[in-house]
């Protein structure tokens, strides 16, 4: 897996501000915030779309219009887009400081002016490191006859399925209200984690691979930069579990009882991902330790075989050195064939050595 560091330098400006200030946290964009509004309902669909916010904008909320609005908001990074959106559709202060704080955690919240907010993630691989995840911020206003729908990024709409659908009128969104759209958008999310969730299959099926093999080379690293991408999605997708439970509520006005199955179906599979997560850590934890041990292994073979090696030499080069000192008076040194008996003597020693080696197992 690919070891540059995910996270980028964010601008943390709302320190030390007064709570309400819209902000923008997060990374630089130069891009102007794209407004797509679509109005629908079984037998009418119409879409605008503009960087114009008066264009985009309906001239009144659209509370009690016999058709669902979806405002769909693609760039968080201008404060008076969102400043003058908030104040159409009279959305809270706090609600807006956390659309356009990147570092928001995975949330929702119920205001009393009868507003539903949902903010989660959509993780996305990078393109030039295709095993690196980084996260979109995506929040959710829900009302009454309306959905809003905030995307950080411009780099592809993630909701194009299901826009799809609106155009063909296939399905049951046409047919519903604002509170399906929103299960329809957080599933296309939840889908969205089970093909990252192939990817980290996939991965890790060539970090195991490597292991078992004995390939040495940057294993280690891969394996903790997958276990961090892991950590990574599980901080961001752990939170669904008790936010989608949360929209099931009985009383809950904006989120009808028909809609409550399909939210049902989409924790479902929220508890599945998180553990398919929790198995390819512990698989990962597995592969580290085996890693490990392989390398431990195979240290511990060279230090047997160094220390053989060791001990043959050292007879050896106790022979060789007692005829190498120099003294007059050593009786073998004069001898007519003492260089060859030398020779002889160390091989044998030799040889002697390494079947005594051998008969104990050591080699």
């Known amino acids: 897996m690919a070891t540059r560091i995910r996270t980028h330098r964010k601008q943390r400006k709302n320190l030390l501000t007064s709570p309400g200030t819209l902000t923008y946290v997060g990374k630089s964009v130069d891009i102007k915030t794209q407004i797509k509004r679509i109005e629908y309902n079984a037998s009418f669909y119409h879409e605008e779309i503009d960087s114009n916010l008066e264009v985009c904008l309906p001239k009144e909320a659209?509370?009690?219009?016999?058709?669902?609005?979806?405002?769909?908001?693609t760039g968080i990074h201008e404060p008076e887009v969102i400043g003058q959106i908030g104040k159409m559709y009279q959305l809270h202060p706090l609600l807006l400081e956390d659309v356009m704080n990147t570092d928001q955690k995975p949330m929702i919240e119920t205001y009393d002016d009868g507003h539903l907010f949902v903010t989660l993630k959509m993780l996305h691989f990078y393109e030039n490191a295709p095993d690196e995840l980084w996260a979109e911020h995506i929040s959710f206003v829900l009302g009454k006859n309306y959905l809003i729908s905030f995307q950080e990024e411009q780099?592809?709409?993630?909701?194009?399925?299901?826009i799809d659908r609106l155009k063909a009128s296939v399905g049951k969104t046409r047919r519903s209200g604002p509170d399906y759209l929103l299960y329809a958008l957080i599933d296309v999310i939840v889908d969205n984690y089970f093909l990252v969730l192939g990817n980290f299959g996939e991965q890790l099926d060539k970090l195991e691979d490597q292991v078992i093999s004995g390939y040495q080379s940057q294993s280690l690293s891969e394996l903790y930069s997958a276990k961090r991408e892991l950590t990574f999605a599980r901080r961001l997708i752990w939170p669904l579990r008790d936010m989608v439970a949360q929209l099931v509520q009985p009383d809950d006005p904006l989120v009808s009882k028909r809609v409550h199955a399909?939210?049902?179906?989409?924790?479902g599979n929220v508890m599945q991902i998180i553990e398919s997560l929790d198995a390819y850590r512990e698989l990962l934890a597995s592969l580290v330790d085996v890693h490990l041990s392989t390398i431990s292994n195979r240290m511990n073979q060279v230090m047997k075989t160094l220390t053989i090696f060791s001990a043959i030499f050292m007879p050896i080069t106790f022979i060789a050195g007692v005829y190498g000192m120099n003294f007059d008076n050593i009786p073998e040194l004069h001898t007519k064939n003492g260089y060859y008996a030398t020779w002889a003597v160390m091989g044998l020693v030799t040889v002697g050595m390494l079947i005594y080696f051998r008969w104990k197992k050591w080699l």
């Not at 399909?262 to 924790?267: A, C, E, G, K, S």
């Open 155 to 162: 780099s592809g709409d993630v909701f194009a399925p299901v």
């Open 62 to 73: 659209p509370t009690d219009q016999p058709y669902v609005t979806w405002l769909n908001v």
């Open 262 to 267: 399909y939210l049902r179906d989409v924790n």
